[in-house]
């Protein structure tokens, strides 16, 4: 087998430097040109790289032609050969339209009819049926170059000429390097997009962890918090609570004492004021028990569901609450539902020890701009009285008596909104609470 010639003197012709050989300078300076010319056509082509595979595969291919003068061309990659590259194949024509049966920006569809040996070729490509192929084949006024990577065949260029055009050794030396280079080219863009891919799926990944991390970081602090909250409960239950019981029955064994020998009047009447406290403080402590066992974030209820527990689990046997909602019920910040039940159970409480009700009503009415709850009640309350207590609580904090009504108040000012004591409709007292909605400032 000879040795093949280096592609220098193949691409020029030139064996000899000597001036006596001018005809063959002559052949080898307008062989040159083409070459040049080639070679300018094929760098054009191959830096289209970076404007996606289907620029680089149409560039390539229209090297081909221009150099060739072709008639038609053919590039296609065998079938299973760099799966992420697109496109495929193309055709082009002497006038350099470009044809593909599958979609390819700038291609023509339908696919008119071409030349059977450019189809047939096609088929053989596609189908891996390149064997007969494996080395340059250019004959007269047809060429064909296999494309290969890593020692393999992947596809081909192929070109068919008119009869004006004839092909050489220059020629498949042309085309076998706009071949090698677009397979490289090619390659390096299966190797980008399937790099763009992986790096898409990690940042989704890295996303999703991100995500569960916090998730899993507050989860781990409300669980935190939770433990604490029951603690603390456990806490004031087991301690505080039994001991403010323990204090109203030693009060209460105290006054019957006093009141079976006849005691004074005044001693009596004030050891009667301090089982009330005591009772009261035991109210409030299971109301704050509750809350620390049933925290406003918990995202487990809804602002009637929670009323509704407050009215019927948490109130005293001798006292009938019903809750009666309007309007379309809407989540509202955690922060607002939690002052509206907040002002529910003072405002209950007080019904349930000092306006001697049998009967309260709690109305939740849902409207576009605000959201109202009032407590109304059948009691013995004085509801101007107080409205007064109400202002000289809200003005200065005496000795702590009726901070309730101040709490309910200065809750509802937290959040732009408003307070007021009424007479009720059932012959007590009613309080009102109003909250403007998100984005309904009063």
Known sequence: MTARAPDLERLTGVRSGKPTFYPEFRVAAQRTERVIAALDTISRALVQTVNGPEKLVRAAADAARVHLGAEWVLLALADGALPEARPRHLILDADGN???FEGIPGAKHPVPHLPDAVLNRLNDILRGQLAQFRLPVIELHHAHVPIELDGGVIGAFAAWTPTSRTLDGTDETVMRILSSQTAVALHNCELFQRSQALLAQSEARNAELLATQRELGAVQRHQVLDNERHRIARELHDSVTQTVLSAGMQIEVCRSEIGA??????????????KTLTR????????????????EDAGRSTLPEMLEQLATVHMPEDLRVTLRVEGAVAELPSDVEHALL?????ALFNTAMHGAATRAIVRLRYRTDTVQLSISDDGTGDPDKLRLMLRLADA???DGHHRGLANMLARCREHGGSFAVQRSRIGGVRVVATIPREGHPR
Not at 282 to 291: D, N, V
């Open 261 to 274: 020998r006849g005691g004074d009047g005044e001693l009596v009447e004030r050891l009667d004021i301090a």
């Open 280 to 295: 009261s403080a035991t109210e409030q402590l299971r109301s704050a028990i509750y809350a620390l066992n049933h925290p």
């Open 98 to 100: 470009a044809y593909s």
């Open 342 to 346: 907040r002002v529910a159970g003072e």
């Open 396 to 398: 200065a904090d005496v």
